[in-house]
């Protein structure tokens, strides 16, 4: 997969709201959709710590993450990390309501290097840590 950096950088974002999706592309000037509000977190738990794993143990590490994410009570929205390409994605969750250090943790559980940050300006890579 190369350097899990530069994927990141690369990385495209796709979020489907209520009213229709919209893509994040880096350097992008993309807008929130109008009641969304920023930030907006974009996390998964496909591939922990950069290694694939099959599809159907991604699914259900999914399904674990947003379950965590209702029971906080955030607001969510299915979304997608992908290449340009669109040969490479990972299944995701768009959260609002959350913090910065809350996200961080619930990335942590589930073993990602990193997170992805909607807001003013922009899509934004945040390290775990």
């Known amino acids: 997969m190369g350097d899990p950096w530069e994927a990141y950088a690369a990385a495209h974002v796709d979020i ?5 999706a919209v893509t994040w592309v880096p350097g992008g000037s993309q807008s929130l959709p109008p009641g969304v509000p920023s930030p907006l977190w974009v996390v998964t738990a496909c591939n922990p710590g950069g290694q ?11 399904e674990a993450l947003i379950a965590e994410v209702r029971e906080a009570g955030w607001r969510y929205w299915p979304a997608v990390g992908r ?4 040969t490479w994605q990972e299944p995701s969750v768009a959260i609002a ?17 990193a ?3 909607i807001g003013a300006p922009g899509l934004q890579v945040v390290a775990v840590g």
């Open 52 to 62: 694939r794993r099959a599809d159907e143990a991604n699914e259900a590490a999914n």
């Open 83 to 86: 290449n340009a390409g669109g």
């Open 16 to 20: 489907t709201f209520e009213r229709g």
């Open 115 to 117: 997170v992805f940050e």
């Open 97 to 113: 309501g959350a913090t910065r250090s809350e996200v961080l943790a619930l990335a942590r559980r589930y073993a990602q290097g």
